[in-house]
């Protein structure tokens, strides 16, 4: 598969090869569909591929967007769709958790061939997870391009208060119809920015991961990554007016990252530490029982703060990045087993158990972690240098959000001082992966 494709869409769909990083990637993708009238070519394709019963899935509000209208179409067409409308709670929130899922596994009937989603993040990740589960056809329509999931493989589920990714499917077809798209809600549209715009430390993250750790790295799934950032950068005026040029820009750099995490089979190329804040965000608003905040926003904001840590650590030469080491090492204050367990159980409270597990330190466990570590980043510290260098400044990144018409500060994104602070010393074991904020620790 030839590098200069690497920013188009089209070539990848339905592909199996083998790539110069040495591993055999895949895409189970059949169809890509992002033009306007994309929605009409739902019902033909799901009659093409023998599909005649659909079970399409909405909200109260994607329900209007494009349910009703899609339900209409496949009636045109003879064929069987049913609607299910999941339930928001008592506080009006609709997430992607166990009441959520059990919702729809009631609706999935032995005769229903195809799931539809019809909707943005939330309702993709139940229904990838309810498809996967119940061997059904998984098909997207998209009715806002605000999360970089609707091509990816993963899906982030809250299971007992906790944030996972639970492995699932991709679609078999994605149809992003730009007119209704360009409807989107602004802070959605400019949401799904600030999830690509956290694609320089997500990949900034991974790099590190191989630099300290030999941890596999794909340069095709990285440069996919950063031609759909681009995409969106390039377009930040368009997408923030919503016009259909911008919202296509979107949507393909959207899914350039879903596809680049599809290649390599997890979430490295588009996720970090910029994610892990949202993430632990996420989960104190739900203890809280407070309204959701926008995954992409929330993502944008923290990529900002994520560029601030890249920034320092930039500023360092190798002595002096020796130094800081060998004074927390002085003062004992480095992370060790105990004390990482220490700070996930007052982090995490009554869900410190999964964290501690997803980060191999099961209660009472006393293991030391890796010894070496300090030595390694001492050595390499002229790659981790240059990996730092290559995320622009938080300044630049806020200016983008800005453009975009997104929020760019904590303030903005109503986050309070006080939450981020604590952010700043837990969300690093939201998952067990290298990003700068566990470098941050050594300096």
């Given at each position: 598969m030839m590098i200069e494709q690497v920013g188009q869409i089209e070539p990848w769909l339905r592909k199996r090869f083998?790539?110069?990083?040495?591993?055999?990637?895949?895409?189970?993708?059949?169809?890509?569909?992002?033009?306007?009238?994309?929605?009409?070519?739902?019902?033909?394709?799901?009659?093409?591929?023998?599909?005649?019963?659909?079970?399409?899935?909405?909200?109260?509000?994607?329900?209007?967007?494009?349910?009703?209208?899609?339900?209409?179409?496949?009636?045109?067409?003879?064929?069987?769709?049913?609607?299910?409308?999941?339930?928001?709670?008592?506080?009006?929130?609709?997430?992607?958790?166990?009441?959520?899922?059990?919702?729809?596994?009631?609706?999935?009937?032995?005769s229903a061939q195809a799931i539809v989603a019809v909707g943005s993040g939330t309702i993709h990740d139940t229904v990838r997870f309810v498809a996967h589960r119940t061997n059904r056809a998984f098909l997207s329509v998209p009715?806002?391009?605000?999360?970089?999931?609707?091509?990816?493989v993963g899906a982030p589920l809250i299971i007992g208060g906790f944030k996972q990714t639970i492995p699932a499917m991709p679609p078999e077809a994605i149809f992003a119809d730009l007119a209704l798209l360009a409807k989107s809600p602004q802070a959605?549209?400019?949401?799904?920015?600030?999830?690509?715009l956290g694609k320089y430390t997500s990949l900034a993250d991974w790099q590190l991961g191989q630099v300290l750790f030999g941890e596999p790295y794909c340069e095709l799934a990285a440069e996919m990554t950063r031609q759909g950032l681009a995409l969106c950068v390039d377009h930040a005026e368009d997408i923030a007016a919503g016009t259909e040029l911008g919202v296509r820009k979107l949507m393909e750099g959207l899914t350039l990252s879903g596809i680049s995490m599809l290649l390599v089979g997890n979430s490295r190329p588009a996720s970090g530490g910029e994610h892990h804040l949202s993430h632990y965000w996420e989960m104190k608003f739900i203890q809280e029982r407070r309204r959701a905040?926008?995954?992409?926003?929330?993502?944008?904001?923290?990529?900002?703060?994520?560029?601030?840590?890249?920034?320092?650590?930039?500023?360092?030469?190798?002595?002096?990045?020796?130094?800081?080491?060998?004074?927390?090492?002085?003062?004992?204050?480095?992370?060790?087993?105990?004390?990482?367990?220490?700070?996930?159980?007052?982090?995490?409270?009554?869900?410190?158990?999964q964290v501690l597990a997803e980060n191999g330190l099961e209660a009472g466990s006393v293991s030391s972690l890796d010894e070496e570590l300090p030595q390694r980043i001492i050595k390499h510290w002229d790659a981790i240098r240059d990996v730092?260098?290559?995320?622009?400044?938080?300044?630049?990144?806020?200016?983008?959000?800005?453009?975009?018409?997104?929020?760019?500060?904590?303030?903005?994104?109503?986050?309070?001082?006080?939450?981020?602070?604590?952010?700043?010393q837990y969300a690093m074991y939201v998952r067990n992966r290298y990003t700068i904020m566990r470098l941050g620790q050594w300096l």
């Open positions: 083998v790539c110069d990083c040495g591993k055999e990637h895949s895409t189970s993708i059949r169809k890509v569909i992002i033009e306007r009238g994309a929605l009409a070519e739902l019902a033909p394709y799901a009659q093409e591929r023998g599909y005649s019963e659909l079970l399409l899935v909405a909200d109260r509000h994607t329900l209007e967007a494009a349910g009703r209208e899609l339900l209409q179409q496949c009636e045109a067409a003879q064929l069987k769709a049913r609607l299910c409308v999941l339930a928001e709670d008592e506080h009006g929130e609709l997430a992607a958790d166990e009441r959520v899922i059990v919702q729809l596994m009631l609706h999935v009937t032995p009715t806002a391009p605000s999360v970089d999931g609707f091509a990816s959605m549209i400019a949401a799904g920015f600030g999830d690509m905040l926008l995954h992409g926003a929330k993502v944008g904001v923290a990529a900002v703060k994520m560029a601030a840590l890249y920034e320092s650590a930039a500023a360092l030469t190798k002595e002096a990045a020796a130094r800081a080491i060998a004074a927390k090492q002085a003062s004992g204050d480095v992370p060790t087993a105990e004390r990482v367990c220490a700070q996930i159980k007052k982090g995490y409270g009554s869900i410190a158990d730092c260098r290559s995320v622009p400044s938080p300044a630049v990144l806020a200016e983008a959000l800005q453009r975009a018409g997104g929020p760019t500060t904590i303030e903005e994104l109503g986050v309070e001082e006080e939450l981020l602070q604590e952010s700043m």
